[in-house]
């Protein structure tokens, strides 16, 4: 019998979804700090086991992950070669979209301004503000997440225009989509870009200060990606000098920011601990969602077809 271990926190209703997946035909192990030999038992992992813990694992042929980016093993040596690897893309992009959009609402809206207004019982008009609809819009990265920004985008009344590495149709929300070769050009028309890239080696501070420069000096940046997208410092200077309206972040490069880098004084930065996609303990409708791209899975793994969301060694990306 196929031995299933479980690594992700699993309410009872989860547990039944996995297990009417396997048809009685696997034994299930529900271990968030599992034994050496429950690890080395497993032919598969759902969770996210650290690399050392793999070293020994000869009968694994399958780790799914309950998160989207693969880059905690993509970046790093250690990880099986013969172990498909799958991501819980699709989870996620409707709260991270809601996520963006809180950030930059509070931008263009000044609800910071007011919060600390409300404080000290000041009324007191914050000035011009500025509004979703009639912007241009650049999202880089049109997966899962991508998308759920570009539709909600779209239904402000924005025009948006989409990046990706390879262009072969225009998904709902994009009003256009191109490839990376225009990135430089988009850049200095959009009021505000979404970066929702992974990491990869292409990726790595795609967007520094010269491109930083380049954007509308009222522009606002998000990113909901990885952090090392960006040149973190080379924000921080553009910022410090006028140029962006602001900036929405929830991942940064590094990870924690150090506690004395200047991006945590920014008014005009929105800065979270990299919430934006909150699943377990956090959001049940999107543990939902994980847990059924899991069972989903499962059922092809446990009948020979092929795995949604299979990382690509190559690339970083995975293939819905």
């Known amino acids: 019998m196929k031995q299933i271990l479980v690594m992700a926190p699993c309410r009872r209703e989860h547990r039944e979804m996995l297990e009417q997946a396997a048809q009685g035909s696997c034994h299930f192990i529900y271990n968030e700090h599992p034994s050496l030999s ?10 996210q086991p650290a690399i050392p813990m793999l070293q020994d694992c000869t009968r694994l042929q399958w780790v799914q992950m309950t998160c989207a980016g693969a880059d905690m093993y993509t970046r790093f040596p250690g990880f099986p070669e013969q172990v ?28 910071s301004s007011y919060r600390e207004q ?5 009324w007191q008009d914050c000035g011009p503000e500025r509004t979703i609809e009639g912007s241009e819009v650049l999202i880089l990265g049109a997966g899962d997440i991508g998308e759920n920004i570009a539709r909600r985008m779209q239904a402000f009344g924005a025009t948006v225009t989409g990046i990706r590495r390879t262009v072969c149709d225009l998904p709902e929300g994009f009003d256009a989509m191109t490839g990376m070769h225009a990135l430089d050009a988009l850049l200095a028309q959009a009021d505000i870009v979404v970066c929702c890239l992974p990491h990869t080696p292409e990726t790595v501070h795609l967007l520094n200060r010269e491109r930083l420069m380049r954007m509308k000096p009222e522009a606002v940046l998000v990113n909901v990606g990885r952090g090392t997208l960006i040149d973190t410092n080379a924000l921080a200077d553009v910022i410090a000098n006028g140029h962006l309206l602001g900036a929405v972040l929830d991942v940064t490069d590094p990870e924690p920011l150090p506690v004395d880098h200047p991006l945590w004084s920014f008014d005009r930065v929105v800065l979270t601990p990299h919430i934006a996609g909150p699943s377990f303990h956090h959001s049940p409708l999107t543990e939902d969602k994980i847990f059924r791209i899991c069972s989903d899975n499962l059922s092809c793994y446990l009948a020979g077809q092929p795995l949604h969301n299979v990382v690509n060694w190559q690339t970083g990306y995975s293939t819905p």
């Open 38 to 47: 429950d690890i080395e038992s497993a032919e598969v992992i759902i969770g």
């Open 84 to 111: 498909t690897l799958t991501t819980a893309s699709g989870a996620f992009g409707s709260v991270i979209a809601e996520y963006a959009f809180a950030g930059i609402l509070s931008l263009f809206r000044h609800l």
């Open 118 to 122: 409300q404080q000290l019982a000041v």
